[in-house]
């Protein structure tokens, strides 16, 4: 099995466009960061809006994220995301307050989508990274604000990256048959929510615990196949 060269892109790319929002991080007044911040969650949040208005079976995703949910809540994923962040942490030596929310954050926003996926598949089934490069050019300029924001942390979420795109890449073949374009649509409206759900964290409205929701995603295409 050739070497997934797209994710390896892509996580590289997070790694560039996080130095470089590192590099920033200091060179800003309290105003502009906060301003930033509000930036980014609004564009999160029309990320995740644009990609929910997808739905077609909205019963099919109202399911899939309160299934979703309970299976988050039960298996503890938001907790263990942070014990991850925090052992992390721990092993790079950083003193930033805001390392584990930013490596459980960009973790999100890079791995829920139909773009790792996509690229994913199309990269292990007919060694094309064109969808993953294409992803990687976004990761990597998200990563700057995200950075500049979060500071370190989010330079980390290039693991999970690696894991989650290698994974699906090198796994492309026996998938194949499964990922359906009407698969793909669920996965996306219902990754949308999540997203969106990111953004209203980052604007402060609430806390949703979207760690634990994640489980929606697979509840959503095994849903798919149902008439619901």
Same mark, same amino acid.
């Given at each position: 099995?050739?070497?997934?060269?797209?994710?390896?892109?892509?996580?590289?790319?997070?790694?560039?466009?996080?130095?470089?929002?590192?590099?920033?991080?200091?060179?800003?007044?309290?105003?502009?960061?906060?301003?930033?911040?509000? $930036?980014?969650?609004?564009?999160?949040?029309? =990320?995740?809006?644009?990609?929910?208005?997808?739905?077609?079976?909205?019963?099919?995703?109202?399911?899939?994220?309160?299934?979703?949910?309970?299976?988050?809540?039960?298996?503890?994923?938001?907790?263990?995301?942070?014990?991850?962040?925090?052992?992390?942490?721990?092993?790079?030596?950083?003193?930033?307050?805001?390392?584990?929310?930013?490596?459980?954050?960009?973790?999100?926003?890079?791995?829920?989508?139909?773009?790792? =996926?996509?690229?994913?598949?199309?990269?292990?089934?007919?060694?094309?990274?064109?969808?993953?490069?294409?992803?990687?050019?976004?990761?990597?300029? $998200?990563? =700057?604000?995200?950075?500049?924001?979060?500071?370190?942390?989010?330079?980390?979420?290039?693991?999970?990256?690696?894991?989650?795109?290698?994974?699906?890449?090198?796994?492309?073949?026996?998938?194949?048959?499964?990922?359906?374009?009407?698969?793909?649509?669920?996965?996306?409206?219902?990754?949308?929510?999540?997203?969106?759900?990111?953004?209203?964290?980052?604007?402060?409205?609430?806390?949703?615990?979207?760690?634990?929701?994640?489980? $929606?995603?697979?509840?959503?295409?095994?849903?798919?196949?149902?008439?619901?």
């Amino acid at each position: 099995m050739d070497m997934p060269l797209g994710t390896i892109a892509n996580a590289a790319a997070i790694v560039v466009g996080s130095l470089i929002g590192l590099l920033m991080h200091g060179r800003f007044p309290e105003n502009v960061k906060k301003i930033v911040f509000q $930036a980014l969650g609004l564009s999160v949040l029309l =990320i995740g809006l644009q990609m929910a208005l997808k739905m077609d079976r909205p019963l099919l995703v109202v399911f899939s994220l309160v299934l979703g949910g309970i299976a988050g809540e039960l298996l503890r994923i938001e907790d263990r995301l942070e014990s991850l962040g925090e052992r992390l942490k721990r092993v790079s030596r950083s003193k930033s307050d805001l390392f584990t929310d930013g490596f459980v954050s960009a973790s999100l926003i890079y791995c829920v989508g139909s773009m790792a =996926i996509l690229g994913s598949l199309d990269d292990g089934l007919r060694n094309d990274p064109t969808i993953l490069l294409t992803k990687a050019t976004l990761d990597g300029f $998200a990563s =700057i604000p995200l950075a500049s924001t979060y500071g370190v942390g989010v330079m980390f979420s290039a693991v999970p990256v690696f894991l989650y795109q290698g994974a699906m890449t090198l796994a492309a073949g026996s998938v194949r048959e499964v990922v359906t374009p009407e698969l793909l649509t669920q996965i996306t409206s219902t990754g949308g929510l999540l997203i969106l759900s990111i953004g209203v964290n980052l604007l402060g409205f609430t806390h949703i615990r979207v760690g634990n929701l994640l489980p $929606a995603i697979v509840a959503a295409a095994l849903l798919s196949f149902t008439p619901i």
